[in-house]
C-alpha cells in the first residue's frame, strides 16, 4: 500500500495518540505492527494499526502539507 498526496488542514492542536473514528478498510491493511503516513512539513502523522484503526500524533498547525506511507497490505 502507498499513500502519497497534499493535504490542507484547518485546524491546530496537539494529538497525543488522538483515536480517529475513521479505519482503513479490509485488504488496505498493514500486515504487521503499526504503520505512519508522514507529513513532513507540520510535524505530524497518522499511526496506522493492523486492525485498521487510526490514531493521530503531533500538530497539524492549519497548514498545507505532502502526505507519504508504505507498508505491506493483506
Do not use: E
Not at 3 to 8: A, L
Not at 9 to 16: A, E, H, I, K, V
Not at 18 to 39: A, E, M, N, W
Amino acid at each position: 500500500m502507498t499513500i502519497n498526496g497534499n493535504v490542507k488542514f484547518d485546524n491546530s492542536g496537539q494529538n497525543n495518540y488522538t483515536s480517529l473514528p475513521d479505519k482503513v478498510p479490509d485488504g488496505f491493511r498493514p500486515v504487521d505492527g503499526q504503520s505512519i503516513i508522514v507529513f513532513p512539513q507540520c510535524a505530524f502523522s497518522l499511526l496506522v494499526n493492523v486492525d485498521g484503526s487510526i490514531q493521530a500524533l503531533g500538530d497539524p498547525k492549519a497548514t498545507y502539507s505532502t502526505a507519504h506511507g508504505c507498508w505491506m497490505a493483506a
